[in-house]
């Protein structure tokens, strides 16, 4: 009789090796979309382990900051090369442990991609400033420097991008890390390193260590020999990570939850605010921290907007990602499954109007899946807590406004403040909204989703604490900037404050 075959298990990488952990215990990886479906297990780290991979960046940084950071590029550029090649493989792996469609996770894979090649071009750049000194004979300048071990926590709902958000500016600023993915999607940072490795990144200068928070993630915030950690997450968590930091005074970068707005004025484009509508309030599930959860219409087009909009939802098709022809996947897990219904409820209870949707999915295809509805609640008050709270997952809460002045107020009147959108025909109007909405991007006659590496991106209020990631700002995160002055005059001269008459 044929025995089925027994689960890989995805080991810890620590000093350039795939260990157990010292626990010995694993965790089950499924595919959201089909429960019965096992992608792996993955062993549960505690803070044995994180000791061990954090005294393996400790030590390789030793070596590591001393590498000239074109040649930390080299290896950078020989990763990206080989996630071009392994891109299909790598998606395909992530949508069956996350459950979006290919062709966003496609996308979620180019994006690590893209930060990978763009971090490598940062090798021959790295600027600092050169500038006149005050005083003759006098040379000033100002370098950056690597700081060291950088613990690094992410989110599931961009398995891949995120991470090489984090670790590709990490690494050519000279730092090493350690990396604690989300319980939910190990294997796409299993990917992300092994892909690491292989285009030749010296032993302990990248480590892995899966698990769940308080065990793994915890431990990692709180050591001793881990000065920097840039946090993913929710706000609620981010709060427990700027806390565990605080004593040390770490370098702390949180990027949390959103409750983005798409801004309809009565002159935009209709048929393309609807297009972004659907885009940024339905893609990945609505899992994305930029998602559009709110949409504020302007009343003389609200009626319109409804039909076109909620005729789209309805025709949205959900299943598996890996289905062509599927628009939506399933929730993340269970319990987020369970927050969506939750907040249908109250939002019925509040008396937010049902336009779609509404209900989880259980029957026929659906029934191994978290699935739910696309849903549509209109006539929001923007105090409602469908309109203030963030979901993650696919409900959208249509707001009517009347003047700009109104539409920003509402927009701003959340505690998050990640993403902002304005559909407008009018310039003036949109460099007024541009002006006065309060988030961190803001994007005009396009929805709240489609950040590009180069920029930078994050949040205000209650989404982040000040830092940003990619682009340059994220070098300014995990480097020190150092002050040089060099004087050549063979005298001693004091800096214009001290030699005031
Ligand atoms: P989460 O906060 O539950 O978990 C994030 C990470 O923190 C996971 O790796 C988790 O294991 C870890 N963690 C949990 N408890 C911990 C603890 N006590 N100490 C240390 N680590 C701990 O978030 P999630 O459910 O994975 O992701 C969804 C959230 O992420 C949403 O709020 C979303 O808005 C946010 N998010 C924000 C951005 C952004 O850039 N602003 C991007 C993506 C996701």
Redesign the pocket.
Known sequence: MATAAAPRVYKNFINGEWVDSRSGNAYENRNPANADELIGMFVSSNAEDVDLAVDAAKLAYQKWRLVPAPKRAEILFRAAELLVQHKEQFSKDMTSEMGKVLAETRGDVQEAIDMTYYMAGEGRRLFGQTTPSELPDKFAMSVRQSIGTCGL??????PMA?PSWKIMPALISGNTVVL????DTPLSSYNLVQILTDAGVPEGVVNLVSG???NA??PL?EHLDVPVVS????????R??AEACAPEFKHCSL????KNIIIVMEDANLDLAVDGAIWGGFGTTGQR?TAASRIAVHKSVYHDFISRFVARVKKLRVGDGLDPGIDMGPCINEQQLKTVMDYVQIGQTEGAKLLTGGHCLTEGPYAKGWFHEPTVFGDCNPKMRVAQE?I?GPVVSLIPIGRLEEAVEVANGVPYG?SASIYTRNVNRAFQAIRDLFTGIVYVNAPTIGAETHLP???TKK??NGHR?AAIAAIDFYTEWKTLYIDYSDKLQRAQIDNAE
């Not at 926590?153 to 961009?158: E, G, Q, V």
């Not at 946090?231 to 981010?238: D, E, L, N």
């Open positions: 926590i992410t989110p599931w709902n961009f995120i604690k993915p989300a319980e769940n928070g308080p993630g915890a915030a946090f993913t997450g929710s706000t609620a968590v981010g427990l990570i990027e949390m939850g959103g921290c963030e993650f990640l991106f994050g949040g989404t982040g990631e």
